[in-house]
């Protein structure tokens, strides 16, 4: 039938030529209807008398031909028209039997496909428009017309995942497979997807910080444009950060209630018998002190000189912040028989008596820390490191050129030999926020906790300031710096051999287990850990 048709066409066309036609599906179809018939059929033979013909076409051939034909122009005309649109249009929808669908149901469709992207354009448009740069977004999603042809399975499979993704679970990290889509041929779904897109966002939510708050947002089908996600974060990262800011005031203030009364009149009397001129500042409050500044007076005595700058360290009388050193203080045989017999205010002032302690024996043997002023219950009252009110920065801090580095790293390790050595003593905080930068060398602080090799745990201590400094240096590109290992046995003068770090540490705890021992059976401490004399000086 359609090769019939088709032959019958190629004639009709060539009539439709001779008789003037050249294009046009409005002329073509009007002339098909109006004049064709009545012009046409009697100049065929049409005989009036004789017997209709039941195999010939009864609804006129020219009906059939005409309608062929219109489809045909008009499928060119489509073409011309609207090419992408039927490139998009001939997938799913001209293919096997549905060759034959009508040529005006698929134009109405494209027609209306063209309309509602259109409107759907409008409408992102005008919600584009109203949401403008505000942080709280409104969707018209629910108004947008998606066509059919543009919903795909895929989208569907989303639709059914997410009606049982639990709000309150971690959401499940996402595999995105590495082709960087989801589906096949032209059902595919990428990352970039808007729908998919905007629901991670809506879940991403749940990872603002838990002040920050998001409403039922994160329990509904909320699709966040990454726009407005992102002006979101932006919103709750800087909330989190101006509340840490708060949060760090209101620490600060109690910490400067840690000058209690007692305490503001220990200053009092400071400042009143001239030996500090003025106390200008606070220099840091940590966990366990605060640090102030002073410009220093005169001193009663004369062969005592007060530094012209001063640093103030009150240790904190709120009890608990202390608990946790314990260790430090309560196995130091210099306080152990006071320790168990003190009240936790009078353990406070042990640790500042102890860290005065600790740096008088630094000073004696040359050791750059700072000098010790007066020690007067938990308030001690030290030279500053720093000039003008400005605290020398910490190693942490400052930008060293490499050959200060270099010079920095070989005087670290020549003070913490001295510290072991000379001073007997082993820092136990060590790090580059204990260490400062002044006058060109390397000045220690921070003491208070120091303890003694032969402390319970003081290889233990040693190690981990090794490991600190030699990780310090080795990052700041400092060639020659020794390992965690190394560093220890040149600081402590022992030779343990293990080459890895869980070896070396058990060595370490029993070399501190057999001091005990010999604690236990000789009523006291071996007098040092070396083996071999003195620790080889290591120095440029
Ligand atoms: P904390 O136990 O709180 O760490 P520190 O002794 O380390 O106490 O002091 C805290 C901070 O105060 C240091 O990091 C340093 O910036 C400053 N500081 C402490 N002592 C001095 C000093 N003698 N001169 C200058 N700054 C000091
Ligand atoms: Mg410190």
């Known amino acids: 039938m359609r090769c019939s048709l088709q032959a019958l066409l190629a004639s009709r066309e060539l009539e439709l030529s001779e008789l ?41 051939l020219a009906d059939v031909m005409s309608e062929q034909l219109a489809k045909e122009l008009q499928l060119e005309e489509e073409n011309a028209a609207f090419p992408e649109v039927v490139a998009v249009a001939e997938g799913p929808f001209i293919t096997g039997e549905n060759i034959d669908t009508s040529s005006d149901l698929m134009l109405a469709q494209m027609l209306q496909m063209e309309f509602d992207r ?54 499940k990290p996402t595999t995105t497979p590495r082709r960087g889509f989801i589906g096949k041929g032209k059902d595919i779904t990428t990352k970039h997807d808007e729908v998919v897109c905007g629901r991670k966002n809506t879940a991403r939510m749940e990872n603002f910080a838990p002040e920050f708050q998001v409403g039922d947002g994160i329990g509904m089908d909320l699709k966040l444009s990454n726009q407005v996600f992102n002006a979101l ?21 109690t910490a400067e209630k840690a000058v209690d009364p007692k305490t ?20 840091s409050t940590g966990k366990e002190s605060v640090v102030f500044h002073a410009y220093g007076g005169k001193s009663a005595t004369e062969d005592k000189v007060i530094p012209p700058e001063c640093a103030i360290k009150v240790f904190k009388t709120t009890l608990n912040e202390f608990k946790n050193r314990d260790k430090y203080i309560k196995d ?29 024996r630094m000073q004696n043997a040359g050791i750059p820390c700072p000098q010790v002023v007066i020690l007067k219950k938990h308030v001690l009252v030290m030279s500053f490191i720093g000039k003008d009110q400005i605290p020398a920065p910490k190693l942490k801090d400052v930008t060293l050129s490499s050959e200060d580095m270099k010079k920095a790293y070989y005087q670290t390790l020549n003070m913490m030999q001295q510290l072991y050595r000379e001073c007997n003593l082993v820092h136990a905080d060590l790090s580059e926020y204990n260490m400062l930068w002044h006058d060109g060398k390397v000045w220690l602080i921070d003491v208070s906790q120091s303890v003694e090799p032969t402390h319970p745990h003081g290889l233990e201590f040693l190690f981990r300031d090794c490991r600190n400094v030699a990780q310090f240096f080795q990052k700041g590109g400092v060639a020659e710096a020794l390992n965690e290992r190394e560093l220890f046995n040149a600081v402590s003068g022992l030779n343990i051999s293990a080459d890895n770090e869980v070896d070396f540490q058990a060595e370490i705890e029993a070399l501190e287990k057999m001091n005990e021992d010999h604690v236990q059976n000789h009523g006291k401490k071996l007098s040092t850990f070396s083996s071999d ?8």
């Not at 009143?272 to 220099?283: D, F, P, R, S, V």
Request: charged share 35%.
């Open 233 to 253: 974060k932006q919103h709750a990262y800087s909330e989190e950060r101006r509340s840490a800011r708060l949060h760090e005031k209101k620490e600060h203030s």
């Open 332 to 360: 130091d045989y210099r306080f152990k028989d006071r320790f168990s017999k003190l009240n936790p205010r009078k353990i406070i002032r042990m640790w500042a008596e102890k860290e005065m302690h600790n740096l008088t």
């Open 20 to 60: 003037g036609y050249h294009g046009g599906r409005q002329r073509v179809t009007a002339w098909l209807d109006s004049s064709l018939p009545s012009r046409r059929l009697p100049q065929r033979g049409y005989c009036p008398w004789g017997t209709p013909n039941t195999t010939s076409i009864s609804c006129s």
């Open 533 to 540: 004399g003195d620790p080889p000086i290591y120095d440029e």
């Open 118 to 171: 259109e409107y759907d354009a409008q409408l992102r448009r005008e919600e584009k428009k109203i949401n403008g740069d505000s942080k709280v977004s409104i969707s018209f999603e629910n108004y947008r017309k998606v066509h059919p042809y543009d919903s795909d399975s895929s989208e569907d499979e989303v639709d059914w995942q997410d009606t049982r993704h639990d709000p309150y679970r971690a959401d």
């Open 264 to 283: 503001r009149l220990l200053l009092y009397k400071m400042v009143n018998a001239g030996m500090l001129e003025t106390i200008t500042g606070c220099i």
